[in-house]
């Protein structure tokens, strides 16, 4: 949309229901959706193609609920989505397809609210996540892409989590390699900031 004129600049076709969240790739060369139909799509960007600069490359519906939450990782490499079903899926990107492998699906025993990568990897090359819970629960997660799986590695306890949903998880950029900042708000009207050391 452009917000000044209050028109929409382009549409991305594909997809059904309404949306629940929508993401964007740093370089600006994929958009990522999912909602209530449980659809997770990709759509990669067609220079070319002025008036609809998105198009669908992939779309899956693998998570039996609706899905709540997507987000990529700083290189584009990986997109995470979690779900009411109470499943985490990540998934490798072809960037130069468009096209998404599923890797690993880890359950947990409330739905996903809120996932996030990192801005930047850990020292031994694995993602650090951002995982939040319909509970306002908050976990950090480490995905080791050689072994294909989820490790949670820090359960915040119940003073600093939250009272209800965490609808978002964001991670700010900081200078020191091994330390890492990241964002968390609620339902509870809240907003918890947390840094960790790794």
Excluded at 54 to 65: E, G, I, N, P, V
Excluded at 179 to 186: E, G, H, I, L, V
């Amino acid at each position: 949309f452009f917000f000044s004129s209050r028109r929409r600049h382009t549409r991305c076709s594909g997809v059904s229901w309404a949306r629940r969240c929508v993401q964007e790739t740093g370089n600006n060369q994929f958009l990522f959706s999912a909602g209530r139909d449980r659809q997770f799509g990709v759509f990669k960007r067609d220079e070319e193609d002025k008036l609809h600069p998105y198009k669908l490359t992939f779309a899956d519906q693998s998570h039996s609920r609706i899905i709540w939450t997507i987000d990529s990782s700083h290189d584009t490499e990986y997109v995470i989505t979690g779900s009411r079903d109470k499943t985490i899926k990540i998934w490798k990107l072809d960037q130069s397809t468009g096209q998404c492998t599923l890797v690993v699906t880890q359950s947990f025993s409330d739905s996903a609210s809120a996932v996030a990568f990192a801005d930047k990897q850990l020292s031994n090359g694995s993602y650090l996540l951002g995982l939040g819970f319909d509970t306002g629960k908050v976990f950090l997660a480490e995905f080791n892409p050689t072994e294909k799986e989820i490790k949670v590695i820090n359960k915040f306890n119940d003073f600093q989590q939250h009272a209800l949903t965490v609808n978002r998880i964001r991670f700010k950029e900081v200078a020191d390699k091994n330390k890492f900042t990241f964002a968390s708000c609620s339902d509870d009207f809240t907003v918890k900031i947390f840094s960790v050391l790794t």
